[in-house]
């Protein structure tokens, strides 16, 4: 792929699929400093009793509350057995005073704000004003560094997937989903706690073109052909810029030993909406006799590949023959149309019945910290059931909730809203 940020939709399908991967030359998307930082707003928003997540953003972006002011805030809450969340929104008490008690009193009237939105807002709108209100995403989009844009696109690809997320149906595959930031953020957390796999073991490698350069490999599936991706969007202003991304593209086709597939998406959300996609240039400049222009989906035609006998399946399974393929270059050619389809859920033929549930009139959220397999629990939307099964670390426990009419699932207690009922 041609940048960084396109890691993050390949991680979390392998990581549903249960198929080991690498990501070579980086770090995985969820790991990224940017990325860390945003989630750690979003889960203090959910749970401000989260003390990893409000260490880590109590001063940042730099607000006045120092190294000091924390050591003070974390020991005043270890000798009153209290969280440190509730040392803050009760600073006076503790002796703070001046500029500090002012910048402790702001950070918690904001993070009380971002708090109240969720009343009203979706998962993505809370994500975005934090993003802004934060500055965040301003210091990022100032820093014109290779580093800084890379940052930035980060953060816009995390807001594109919690924007996917708001507007996917809210039952997928017979199952009802929690659409709440909460539910977000705990498949997120779901995702991104799986066992670190054996780096010497056969895995699927991960990589941005940058990081293949000097690379063969017997398979390689190159991501992302598309108009404004790459070409990059930063990258078509002169034709110096188009050449060396042109010299990128070959470095791509040229990493396969044996099979090549180019693929791009019809669709794709970017800064927050979903645009229709032209393929990349770079496609059309290939010689047309070794190109089989099939996609399973139906997205893209074929066009005189010569193999149009052959099943869609066969010829994805075929990909791109290297062998067919010169040394030489290619040339520029004029531009074909291919038509764009509009993104469809999949509904399966046959879908477990399931009940979305209306609270009950009393429903209050009960403290969880003494929740034990054996208890009944109501949650908001998934309904009654029995915790079958507790698991997690201290800071992040989750539960196994058999619910009456949708199965077993693995709840975030730090994010869930449950109501114990015995």
């Not at 959910?46 to 972006?61: A, C, G, H, T, V």
């Amino acid at each position: 792929y041609r940048t960084n940020a396109q890691s993050r939709a390949f991680e979390e399908s392998l990581r549903r699929m249960g198929i080991p991967y690498t990501i070579y030359g980086g770090i995985s998307f969820y790991q990224r400093k940017e990325i860390k930082d945003i989630l750690a707003y979003l889960r203090i928003i959910i749970n401000p009793q989260d003390e990893e997540s409000l260490k880590r953003i109590i001063n940042f972006p730099a607000r006045g509350i120092g190294k000091t002011t924390v050591d003070k805030t974390i020991l005043f809450a270890n000798e009153n057995n209290i969280s440190m969340w509730d040392v803050l929104v009760n600073a006076p008490k503790f002796g703070f005073k001046g500029g500090t008690l002012e910048s402790i009193e702001n950070f918690v009237t904001m993070i009380k704000s971002f708090a109240s939105m969720l009343q009203k807002q979706n998962a993505y709108e809370v994500a975005v004003h934090v993003g802004k209100q934060t500055a965040i995403v301003k210091e990022l989009f100032n820093d014109k560094s290779t580093e800084g844009v890379q940052r930035y696109e980060n953060i816009q690809e995390l807001l594109n997937s919690i924007k996917e997320w708001t507007e996917s149906p809210d039952n997928q595959e017979g199952e009802l989903v929690d659409k709440s930031l909460g539910g977000y953020l705990q498949q997120i957390t779901l995702l991104t706690d799986a066992d670190e796999k054996d780096p010497n073991a056969d895995t699927v490698k991960l990589m941005t073109i940058h990081a293949a350069k000097g690379l063969e490999f017997g398979c390689v599936f190159a991501a992302g052909l598309e108009e404004m991706l790459f070409p990059n969007a930063l990258a078509i202003n002169t034709r110096e810029e188009l050449e060396e991304e042109r010299r990128l593209f070959y470095v791509v086709i040229t990493r396969a030993k044996k099979r090549l597939w180019i693929t791009y998406a019809n669709t794709r959300y970017r800064f927050g909406s979903l645009v229709q996609n032209e393929p990349s240039r770079f496609i059309d400049e290939l010689p047309e006799q070794y190109l089989d222009r099939s996609f399973a989906g139906g997205g893209m035609k074929n066009q005189g590949s010569g193999r149009s006998g052959s099943s869609a399946y066969e010829r994805m399974n075929k990909g791109f023959d290297r062998s067919e393929f010169g040394a030489g270059g290619f040339e520029s050619s004029s531009k074909k149309k291919t038509q764009n389809t509009k993104p469809s859920y999949l509904t399966p033929n046959t879908q477990r019945q399931t009940v979305e549930h209306i609270p009950s009139a009393d429903f209050k959220a009960s403290d969880t910290s003494g929740l034990q397999v054996g208890h009944k629990v109501e949650h908001q939307k998934f309904g009654f059931g029995e915790v079958m099964k507790m698991e997690g670390a201290a800071h992040n426990p989750i539960a196994t909730v058999k619910f009456e009419h949708n199965g077993e699932k693995k709840i975030m207690l730090n994010y869930a809203k449950l109501r114990i009922i015995d």
